[in-house]
């Protein structure tokens, strides 16, 4: 039999599914064959033989079912139920209703959260982190996520959505990052290098290939990242042989959430950065002209450690007899010593005075450019590095 663009398209599909799934081709190409009402491939091959055609919405429906990763245990056990279940819930999807209680769910990077009022819950892209459910009311309060079988439902979401973003990085990475050879080597999906021991640079464990694909090049032991695993131990002396091996934690997506409670209140945090904002704002409402505007920007503005605050205004940008009083009413509600100072310093623009008279900016960028033009020559309108 001549192999047909409608097989090689079915292999193609059957490689993609084993990639996302980090599962052998024969086990893809079997379940491929399932959902065409074949036990396996083989038989599907044979029917091929004997003329049997895929019809255009059976392949539509195989290129769905690609589409919808399931992990490893599910394949192997073959439950149907657990597998009509899991493509219950990637039907639903981004917004949608848990009983009577709204909630959203999206992908932020690799990680998914699926959250609600008052409440929210992230699975990590790696797949060891237990899953984060997070309140923002004690835990006596009404909160739905502390009901049980609400909790369960909002994580089954969100775990199969996992599955999602984990398929997607496991297809976009080399074939051999997520199945180790016969050797137990596998290939870094960002290094390109190979080895069947590998370090983490945070815990100094040492860690085996089958572990480090297993947990998506998360660290078995910490949970740190790829960017973080080496196949060299960059702090040893003795080429990480005193290293001693990560022992694996429990077993990927643990059902036990861990619960944090978050004060979701704001909370002011005065820095230096944000006085300085506020006191610069504050001259922008003293200034009454376009030069004591840029007068106020240009301002040289600093807070100090015995809550002081030091405003120099630049003299021929700011009257010298002015008292800024918005900036004097702001530093007493913020409980802060004034110390005013004026500099000379040089100035952006040559004529000072044509921002006491201009009604706007325009109208001051027009007279400044008609007064170079005039005076000084043309202006320089190339931007030039600091």
Not at 1 to 28: C, D
Not at 255 to 268: H, N, Q, S
Not at 279 to 291: P, Y
Request: charged share 25%; glycine share 8%; net charge negative.
């Amino acid at each position: 039999m001549t192999e047909t663009k409608e097989f090689r398209r079915l292999k193609a599909l059957a490689k993609r599914y084993a990639r996302a799934n980090r599962i052998a081709q024969h086990e893809a190409l079997d379940l491929i064959a399932g959902e065409l009402g074949f036990p396996h491939w083989t038989k599907l091959i044979a029917a091929g033989k004997k003329g049997w055609q895929i019809e255009t919405e059976q392949m539509a429906g195989v290129e769905a079912f690609v589409k919808r990763p399931l992990p490893a245990a599910t394949f192997q056990s073959g439950d149907p139920e657990a597998m009509n279940r899991r493509f219950a819930y990637l039907e639903q999807a981004e917004h949608g209703m848990i009983g009577d209680h709204a909630y959203r769910l999206q992908q932020v990077f690799h990680d998914v959260i699926i959250a609600g009022e008052g409440w929210s819950i992230r699975v990590p892209e790696n797949p060891g982190a237990p899953p984060i459910v997070e309140t923002f009311t004690d835990r006596d309060a009404e909160c739905p996520v502390l009901n049980p079988e609400f909790l369960q439902t909002a994580l089954s979401l969100a775990r199969n959505r996992a599955l999602q973003a984990r398929a997607g990085l496991a297809t976009d990475w080399p074939r051999r990052s997520t199945k180790p050879d016969l050797s137990g080597v596998v290939r870094h999906p960002l290094s390109r290098s190979e080895s069947d021991v590998w370090f983490c640079l945070h815990c100094d464990g040492k860690i085996t290939g089958a572990q480090i694909a297993q947990n998506l090049w998360h660290c078995p032991g910490c949970g740190a990242s790829p960017l973080d695993i080496f196949d060299t131990p960059l702090c040893s002396d003795d080429d990480g042989k005193s290293f001693l091996p990560v022992k694996t934690e429990g077993t990927a997506d643990r059902d036990e959430p861990d619960f944090r409670i978050v004060d979701g209140r704001p909370k002011l945090d005065l820095n230096e950065e944000k006085i300085i904002l506020l006191i610069r704002s504050a001259l922008l409402d003293d200034a009454t002209n376009i030069s004591e505007k840029l007068g106020a920007l240009q301002a040289e503005i600093s807070v100090d450690d015995e809550n002081g605050v030091w405003i120099a205004l630049e003299e021929d940008l700011w009257p010298a007899g002015k008292e800024p009083v918005q900036a004097l009413a702001v530093a007493e509600l913020l409980g802060l010593e004034v110390e005013l100072e004026s500099s000379w310093s040089t100035i952006p623009f040559a004529w000072p005075g044509l921002g006491e008279i201009a009604s706007s900016t325009s109208e001051y960028t027009q007279m400044m450019l008609d007064a170079y033009v005039q005076y000084g020559g043309s202006p320089d309108r190339k931007a030039k590095a600091s």
